[in-house]
């Protein structure tokens, strides 16, 4: 299998088409985001060069940062491990860069693929693309500058909602929201992004950069109602993680002291996270239900279960009662077994009130 890497195409149209390169789902390895800087760097020096397409291989643009990262570094202690990704890739090379980007996104943008997307200049997606920033179901936040893009190009309330439920929308919705510039068919995607960078290039379309966008905010005592309502609703949904009130802290910084200031406490706060126990067990947890679908020796060589024709239950009190009626009700027999007649009468009298129900 070809390691992650990051090609560059220049088009006779002045284009240069960027592409991930990590199947299956172009997950952001350390090789992709040296790789992205260093295609990004060659793309501004060249004279060739009029705009850039971002892009991933394979009908996917990202799955976001590689989950991997995080194992090692709770693994060492080494927090150096994670890249510094927001400022000097997101910002200093894609959202600054002097020369327009065009995001081509299809079938996913979840993560630091998403943010990465936020930074470009613009967003042409194909339909029914899965559009996100999961981060807080990790024990983390967004790190790549999503708390603050998101709400700068959502609006406040959405955003929020979409990061304190580890939600995702399809790009038929973030196209209404604003997230989304343009949807069309896949087979259309790359030739409709170049024109668009183009058409940037050459001022016949705004060339807009998300970070510096206030328009979707609102007044500060608006934004600081929806944070307020935000943390309350956390505190239910979530009392235990730090994650989600760290996420509602760090954009609350960026709508007081701008954009570019949250961003710096999002990549400080970002490392806090990553270290906690909440983000250890959470990647662990990420990572062993991923494994149950990989067990040697089963899942490898083929194996296929044997038809089921009867099963046994130890105990027919609610739950034991239960599961007997799912089974009775799928024409599989049923022993069930209980520590006296009482008990056993009992659960059988409710699997029987179950089942003619």
């Not at 060249?46 to 291989?57: E, I, M, Q, S």
């Not at 990262?69 to 860069?97: M, R």
């Not at 700068?152 to 989304?180: C, F, P, V, Y």
């Amino acid at each position: 299998m070809a390691k992650p890497h990051v090609t560059m195409e220049v088009g006779n149209d002045g284009v240069a088409v960027v592409t991930l390169i990590n199947p299956p789902v172009n997950a952001l390895a350390i090789p992709i985001i040296s790789g992205l800087k260093e295609k990004f760097d060659e793309a501004t020096r060249r004279n060739d060069v009029k705009a850039l397409v971002l892009t991933g291989k394979g009908g996917r643009f990202s799955g976001g940062f590689d989950i991997n990262v995080f194992q090692k570094v709770h693994a060492t202690g080494d927090i150096s491990l994670v890249p510094d990704v927001s400022v000097e890739l997101v910002v200093n090379t894609i959202e600054d860069c002097k020369k327009p980007v065009v995001a081509a996104v299809e079938g996913l943008a979840l993560g630091g693929g998403l943010e990465l997307a936020m930074g470009c200049h613009a967003r042409i997606a194909a339909p029914k693309t899965q559009l996100g920033l999961p981060e807080l179901s990790l024990g983390v936040i967004p790190g790549f500058g999503g708390t603050q893009r998101l709400p700068r190009l959502l609006g406040l309330s959405k955003a929020i909602e979409i990061m304190l439920l580890s939600k995702s929308i399809m790009s038929e919705e973030g196209k209404k929201l604003g997230l989304i510039d343009a949807i069309v068919p896949s087979q259309e995607l790359l030739k409709v992004s170049r024109q668009w960078a183009l058409d940037i290039a050459e001022r016949r379309k705004p060339w807009l950069r998300s970070l510096h966008r206030t328009d979707k905010i609102g007044s500060l005592s608006e934004s600081r109602d929806v944070l307020k309502a935000a943390r309350q609703q956390a505190k239910k949904i979530a009392p235990n993680m730090p994650q989600h009130q760290a996420c509602l802290d760090v954009i609350e910084e960026g709508i007081i002291h701008g954009g570019y200031n949250g961003v710096l406490k999002e990549a400080k706060v970002f490392k806090e996270l990553v270290l906690t126990e909440t983000a250890k067990g959470l990647v662990h947890i990420f990572f062993a239900q991923r494994m149950t679908s990989k067990i040697p020796n089963v899942t490898d060589v083929g194996l296929k279960p044997r038809h089921i024709k009867k099963i046994a239950i130890i105990g027919g009190g609610l739950m034991g009662s239960g599961i007997a009626t799912a089974f009775i009700v799928s024409n599989i027999h049923v022993v069930l077994k209980e520590i006296n007649s009482e008990y056993l009468q009992k659960g059988t009298k409710t699997i029987e009130a179950n089942v003619q129900a």
